[in-house]
């Protein structure tokens, strides 16, 4: 089975991303609008009756931006856990009891093919689940907000073969830079987002051959850049002598505009 990866869009101002097994596809979050998801899956020539679902991560507008639309033009079903739901709906926004999919924290279930499992993880919303998801003897984990790697997230980080991890902010960049001091505290914390040298410390520790895939997701705009992000990993994989080896890649996804597709063919090779 070849598994099939695209990010639509990934930053603060919208995080949206498809993932398919050639005939049928689902969404994780939907924090664009409903146009901009069928306008740019148009372009991939992935039409919108194989999308199965959306993931939700958590209730922060950039990712749940297109959700209400999205589900009703298109019947969509959205999957996420009870208390998230709760935080999701809102006299501002409704869901179709029919669209609605309640899930439990690390508990599998099936879709499209798929097995997938939710975990929490750490951020400052009601509620915030990663996704470890397996399509035959591929396995891809979702983590794009959290303060930092906890213990219920680290075991699926691990254990992907493809990896979309979040690599907010430059502390250089975030310390010196115009936010105010609360914002920075908010975004430092436990609870806030992963900055480049925790999340490439991290992947330095893990990476392995089974590892093939690194995406480097959910980049601010004000206080990182795609350099910086990529020069701190790669300065943290040279101080313990690591070399990726042919079929490993690392790839920085757009905040704006869909990245290149990423496939995981049979064979597990990458192209």
């Not at 005939?23 to 740019?40: E, N």
């Not at 409704?94 to 609605?100: N, V, W």
Request: charged share 20%.
């Amino acid at each position: 089975m070849e598994l099939t990866f695209y990010s639509l869009s990934s930053g603060s101002s919208g995080n949206c991303y498809y993932l398919g097994n050639g005939s049928h596809g689902l969404l994780i979050d939907a924090g664009i609008s409903a146009t901009s998801v069928r306008k740019f899956l148009g372009k991939m020539d992935i039409p919108m009756h194989t999308i199965t679902g959306v993931l939700v991560t958590h209730n922060h507008i950039d990712h749940i931006k297109g959700l209400e639309v999205l589900t009703r033009k298109n019947s969509l079903p959205a999957f996420t856990t009870r208390k998230i739901w709760k935080s999701i709906l809102t006299p501002h926004i409704s869901i179709t009891k029919d669209c609605i999919r309640e899930i439990h924290l690390k508990q599998k279930f099936r879709l499209a093919g798929y097995e997938i499992e939710a975990f929490p993880v750490c951020h400052d919303a009601p509620e915030t689940v990663g996704y470890h998801i397996c399509a035959g003897d591929k396995k891809f984990t979702i983590v794009t907000d959290l303060g930092h790697i906890c213990d219920t997230a680290a075991p699926y980080i691990k254990a992907a073969n493809m990896l979309v991890i979040e690599s907010n902010y430059d502390e250089e960049m975030l310390t010196n830079g115009r936010y105010p001091q609360f914002l920075k505290a908010r975004i430092k914390s436990d609870h806030g987002h992963l900055g480049n040298h925790q999340a490439s410390s991290f992947l330095a520790e893990i990476i392995n051959d089974d590892l093939r895939n690194i995406c480097l997701a959910h980049l601010s705009r004000n206080n990182n850049t795609p350099e910086k992000a990529l020069i701190t990993l790669n300065k943290a994989f040279s101080a313990r002598g690591i070399v990726l080896n042919a079929k490993q890649h690392i790839m920085v996804l757009n905040r704006d505009v869909p990245t290149e597709m990423i496939r995981m063919a049979e064979s597990d090779r990458l192209s």
